[in-house]
């Protein structure tokens, strides 16, 4: 088994518990960043340069996604 086919086990494995376990999008979204982030940083030397451009983007789009969840959870506890 390569590095890559473990990392893509671990992210399918984490998104499908985490799907089955929370009930709300914002939540999931988060856990799955913090998944990508974890393993673009523990498996980063490992991860082979085509893949870790290829995860960049998820990353980048999940981010974005994050920024306005939080963005909207200011805006309903300051009004």
């Known amino acids: 088994m390569d590095v890559e086919d473990v990392i893509i086990l671990v992210i399918s494995v984490w998104a499908v518990v985490s799907f ?20 673009m940083e523990v498996g980063g030397v ?6 870790r451009s290829g995860l960049k983007p998820a990353i980048s789009f999940i981010l974005f ?15």
């Open 20 to 39: 089955s376990l929370i009930q709300t999008v914002e939540v999931y979204l988060t856990l799955l960043l913090i998944c990508l982030l974890v393993i």
């Open 46 to 51: 490992f991860i082979n340069p085509e893949i």
């Open 65 to 79: 996604v994050f920024v306005i969840i939080v963005a909207k959870k200011v805006l309903e506890v300051l009004s």
